[in-house]
């Protein structure tokens, strides 16, 4: 977990932290995917580390990405049973 305050572009929701299932510490860099926890928007770490929407070229990649989308999937499941 990375302590990093951020806002989804999507939905507005404050995060305050970053989680990575396959990296404990979770630093992300530019460029790196977002997921939102409360929408499950995915968004982009900019220069700053601050996130926003994906151009319509990073929302292709991220669709076809197996991390992106196993992720997805695992917030569904974690969601659906809460
Ligand atoms: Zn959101």
């Not at 996130?51 to 929302?59: D, I, S």
Request: net charge negative; aromatic share 8%; proline share 9%.
């Amino acid at each position: 977990m990375y302590v990093l305050k951020n806002t989804c572009p999507f939905c507005g929701h404050e995060t305050d932290h970053t989680t990575d299932p396959g990296d404990s510490i979770a630093f992300p860099v530019p460029g790196d995917p977002s997921i939102c926890w409360k929408c499950a928007g995915v968004s982009v770490f900019d220069d700053k580390l601050d996130l926003r929407k994906p151009t319509p070229a990073e929302k292709a990649d991220f669709d076809k990405d197996k991390d992106v989308q196993e992720a997805l999937a695992c917030l569904r499941t974690v969601k659906e049973g809460a």
